[in-house]
C-alpha cells in the first residue's frame, strides 16, 4: 500500500473506455499504464490489438487516416481491408491467410485475413504488484471451412518497461488447416523520422520485389515524407535471436521489438514513407505478405493438423535514452 495516493490508478492500471460517434463509435478500449512511463491501449473489438503506444508521454505508433474503425466496417472484398486498416502500433494479420488477396486450394482469400477485424469472444485482466495481465479469446473459425482459436494474453511489467504478448492458436476442426500469422507492428512519428535509426541484425536481406531491389542499399535508411513514394518491403532472414530496434535521437528515446526465430521464422520490413501515409513496419511472421498460394508453392505454408495447438511469444521494450540503445547494437 502506498501511503501517499488515494487510488492505485494514480500510478498504473488499466481502465476501460468506449468511443463515442465516427465509425469507432461503441468501440471499447482499455487503456494500460504502468506508471513508469509505458502506456498503450488494447482494442477489445479489434482482436486485442495495440492500437496505441507511448512513451514517457511520446507516441511510438503510428495511426492512419482512417482512425478507429468498428469491425461492423469491415470489406472482405479484394483489399478492402486497407479501408479499415487503423495500423496502430499492432495489428495481428491472419489467421487464415496473410498478405495479398489470393485464391488457394478453391478459397477466395482476402488482404491480410480477417482476425484483426474480429471483436473478443472475452476480455478480463487482473493485477498484481509485479504486472498487469490482459487475457482475451478471439474466435476465427467459419462454418464448412477452417476452425481456428486464438488464446492472447498481454503482459505489461509494473518494473520495467516491458510489453509481453503471448498468443495459443488452436486448430479446432476435423481437417489439416493452414496457420498463417504476422504481427503488423508499426512504427509512427516522432519516433519515425529521418534522424531514426534502424538495427535489425539479420544474416540475409532479401527484396520482396524489383521496385525494392533498386534501392536495397537504402533499406536501413528513413528519409522525410515525400509525395508519391512507392513502398517498400525487405525479408530479413536471423540465424540468431529475432530482433529489430529504432531509435531516435530527437527524442532520445526506441524501442526493441524481440521474437523466437525458429516459429516466427519470417521478418518483414514494410518503409512507407508517404506524406502522411508515413510508416516504418516491423513484422515477425511465420509467412511472408505475398499470399498463402505463393506460401503453399513455395513448401513453406505451416499447417496445424486437428487439435493441435502452437504458441507464439513477441516481446516489445521501450528504450530510454542512447545509452539503452547503444546496448543493443553493441
Not at 504502468?34 to 503506444?53: H, M, P, W
Not at 516522432?190 to 534522424?195: A, D, F, I, Q, R
Not at 519470417?266 to 508517404?274: A, H, N, Q, R, V
Not at 495447438?309 to 547494437?329: P, Q, R
Amino acid at each position: 500500500m502506498n501511503k501517499y495516493i488515494g487510488h492505485e490508478s494514480q500510478l498504473s492500471g488499466i481502465e476501460e473506455h468506449r468511443l463515442i460517434g465516427g465509425k469507432g463509435d461503441g468501440m471499447r478500449l482499455f487503456l494500460v499504464k504502468n506508471g513508469k512511463g509505458l502506456e498503450f491501449t488494447v482494442s477489445a473489438d479489434r482482436c486485442a490489438d495495440i492500437s496505441r503506444l507511448s512513451f514517457r508521454g511520446i507516441n511510438m505508433g503510428y495511426f492512419s487516416p482512417n482512425g478507429y474503425v468498428a469491425p461492423s466496417y469491415y470489406d472482405d472484398k479484394d483489399i478492402g481491408f486497407l479501408k479499415s486498416f487503423t495500423a496502430g502500433f499492432l495489428t495481428t494479420c491472419g489467421l487464415a491467410a496473410v498478405g495479398v488477396p489470393c485464391e488457394d486450394e478453391g478459397e477466395q482469400l482476402p488482404l491480410h485475413g480477417t482476425v484483426s477485424n474480429t471483436p473478443v469472444e472475452y476480455i478480463y485482466f487482473e493485477k498484481n504488484c509485479e504486472e498487469i495481465k490482459v487475457h482475451a479469446l478471439i474466435n476465427d473459425e467459419q462454418i464448412f471451412s477452417h476452425k481456428l482459436l486464438l488464446r492472447r494474453e498481454i503482459i505489461c511489467s509494473l518494473k520495467e518497461n516491458i510489453i509481453t504478448i503471448k498468443d495459443y492458436v488452436e486448430n479446432r476442426g476435423d481437417k489439416d488447416y493452414p496457420l498463417m500469422i504476422l504481427y503488423h507492428m508499426n512504427i509512427g512519428y516522432p519516433l519515425l523520422s529521418e534522424k531514426t535509426l534502424i538495427y535489425i541484425p539479420s544474416d540475409e536481406v532479401q527484396p520482396r520485389n524489383d521496385h525494392a531491389e533498386k534501392d536495397i542499399g537504402n533499406w536501413n535508411k528513413i528519409i522525410s515524407p515525400t509525395i508519391g513514394f512507392e513502398e517498400q518491403c525487405y525479408f530479413h532472414h536471423f540465424s540468431k535471436k529475432g530482433l529489430a530496434a529504432v531509435y531516435n535521437s530527437d527524442i532520445d528515446q526506441g524501442l526493441l521489438i524481440s521474437f523466437d526465430k525458429n516459429n516466427l521464422n519470417c521478418f518483414t520490413e514494410w518503409k512507407m514513407m508517404g506524406e502522411r501515409d508515413y510508416v516504418l513496419g516491423l513484422e515477425p511472421g511465420n509467412c511472408h505478405p505475398d499470399g498463402r498460394n505463393k506460401m503453399r508453392q513455395e513448401g513453406n505454408l505451416k499447417i496445424l493438423k486437428p487439435y493441435e495447438s502452437i504458441s507464439y511469444e513477441v516481446t516489445i521494450s521501450m528504450l530510454a535514452g542512447i545509452k539503452e540503445w547503444e546496448k543493443v547494437i553493441s
